[in-house]
C-alpha cells in the first residue's frame, strides 16, 4: 500500500503483552474532517503519548472506520507521524494489521467473508428492487465505497421506519447486512439524511471489535472505544468502556446521552491518561 510515493509512517511501538485495545474512529475522531481544525486535533499528543508509556501499558490501538483504506491513508498524511497498529476500513470490512509501515491483509478476516456468502450481484439486486418501490437512494462518493461495501444516502421522509424495516427484511433474504445511520455533516455528509450501507453478514463496526477480541485473547473489558457519532454505537456495544468525544455530532450525543469534555485526540488522551473514565 503507498503512502505518497512511501510506506506509511512506522506504527506504534508494538507491546510485549497486549492488555488493552483502543479502537478509534477515523473522520471527527483521530482526524478532524477540515484542515482548519487538524490545528487543533491533538494528535501529536497522543503519539508523544503512545511512544512513551503506549507500549509499557500494554496498549494495542488502531482505526475501526466507515472511509476506505485510500481515503484514510490520504486523510493521514501529512498529519500522522505515527500509523495505528491496525487499520479495519469500510464500515469494518477491510482488515489490516500494520508491520514496518506495511498494510498486511488479515487472511483470517479474508476468510470470513469469502465463507459469509457477500455477493456484488446480490446488493446490485436488493437495490434494483428497492429503486422499483420508489424509496429513495442516492449513491455516496468513492471514499465511502470499498470492495466489500456500497454505500447510500436516503433523505428522510415520513415512511422512513417502514422503509428500513423492508430494506432489511430484503437484504436479509439475500445473505447481506444493511446498516442505517444517521449521517453527520461535520464529517461531509449531507443534512437530513441517513446512510444505508450493504455489507457481508460478518462485518460492521462491531464485528471487527468481536473479531479483535477474538484474534488477541482479550475479554470485552479490555476494549475501549472512542466515535463521533451514532455510526460507532454498534462499535461501543461491543467494547467495555466507549466515549464520544466532545466535538461530536449532538444527534450521537443525545441518544447517548454523554460526551467527553475534550475534542479528537485531546479526548482519547484524557482517558488513556487516566484524567477521565
Known amino acids: 500500500m ?6 506509511l509512517p512506522p506504527e506504534f511501538i508494538q507491546p510485549k503483552v497486549i492488555k488493552s485495545i483502543v479502537c478509534c474512529d477515523l473522520d471527527e475522531t483521530y482526524i478532524p474532517f477540515l484542515d482548519d481544525n487538524k490545528k487543533h486535533g491533538g494528535v501529536s499528543e497522543l503519539e508523544a503519548f503512545m511512544e512513551s508509556s503506549g507500549r509499557e501499558k500494554g496498549i494495542l490501538l488502531g482505526w475501526i472506520t466507515g472511509t476506505n483504506l485510500y481515503s484514510a491513508v490520504r486523510k493521514a498524511d501529512g498529519y500522522i507521524s505515527r500509523s495505528p497498529h491496525f487499520i479495519c ?3 469494518g470490512t477491510e482488515f489490516y494489521w500494520i508491520k514496518n509501515g506495511e498494510l498486511i491483509p488479515s487472511s483470517t478476516w ?9 455477493s456484488t450481484d446480490n446488493v446490485d439486486y436488493i437495490v434494483d428492487v428497492i429503486k422499483s418501490k420508489g424509496i429513495p437512494l442516492v449513491k455516496q462518493p468513492d471514499d465511502y465505497q470499498g470492495p466489500f461495501k456500497i454505500s447510500f444516502y436516503y433523505p428522510i421522509r415520513h415512511q422512513m421506519r417502514k422503509d428500513f424495516q423492508w430494506i432489511e427484511a430484503l437484504a436479509a433474504k439475500n445473505s447481506i447486512r444493511v446498516v ?12 437530513e439524511c441517513y446512510d444505508v450501507e450493504f455489507i457481508p453478514l460478518c462485518c460492521g463496526k462491531d464485528q471487527a471489535v468481536i473479531f479483535l477480541r477474538e484474534e488477541i485473547l482479550l475479554s470485552k473489558e479490555a476494549i475501549i472505544a472512542f466515535g463521533d457519532s451514532a455510526n460507532d454505537f454498534a462499535m461501543f456495544a461491543e467494547s467495555g468502556k466507549a466515549y464520544l468525544v466532545a466535538n461530536a455530532d449532538r444527534f450521537a450525543v443525545e441518544k447517548y446521552g454523554s460526551c467527553l469534555d475534550k475534542a479528537y485526540c485531546h479526548g482519547i488522551l484524557s482517558v488513556l491518561q487516566g484524567e477521565q473514565t
Open 2 to 7: 503507498i503512502f505518497s510515493g512511501k510506506k
Open 89 to 91: 476500513c469500510s464500515l
Open 110 to 118: 479474508e476468510s470470513r467473508i469469502r465463507q459469509s456468502g457477500y
Open 180 to 191: 442505517f445511520t444517521k449521517c453527520n455533516p461535520a464529517a461531509g455528509d449531507p443534512a
